[in-house]
Structure formats: C-alpha cells, structure tokens
C-alpha cells in the first residue's frame, strides 16, 4: 500500500513531467522545477517516471 506522500510525489513529477514539456514554459517554471527536484524523493520520482514517459514514447514510435 503506498502512503499519501507517495501519491502526491507522483502525481507533483508527473505534473513536472508535463509542465517542462509545454509549449509555454517560463524560466520561472524551470526555477521552480530546479529548487522541486533538489530533493532526493523527488529526484528518484522523477526520474522513475521519465524513464516510463521515455518507454511509452519509443513503443508510440514503433506503433506509427
């Protein structure tokens, strides 16, 4: 069973994941990202979730 935390450390790199990805993204928001990821939970989170999100777009690739 995962603890709130977890879920909302997801749920925050996932949003991060999205946010760094968007058209409009401001310095401000690369910031901010900087000062999220510089702890270690948030780091191993993001990361986990990137190489999902890395995955998901080569298996996209093979498929079109």
């Known amino acids: 069973m ?3 935390t977890d ?3 997801r749920d925050e790199a996932i949003q991060w994941i999205a ?3 968007a058209h ?3 310095a401000e928001d690369r ?3 900087i000062e999220w990821i510089a702890e270690a939970d948030h780091r ?3 990361d986990a979730l990137l190489r999902i999100w ?6 996209a ?3 079109s």
């Open 61 to 63: 690739q093979i498929e």
């Open 2 to 4: 995962q603890l709130a």
């Open 31 to 33: 910031a901010r990202f």
């Open 7 to 9: 879920l909302d450390e």
């Open 24 to 26: 409009d993204v401001t």
């Open 19 to 21: 946010r760094l990805r």
């Open 44 to 46: 191993r989170e993001f």
């Open 54 to 59: 890395e995955r998901l777009a080569a298996i």
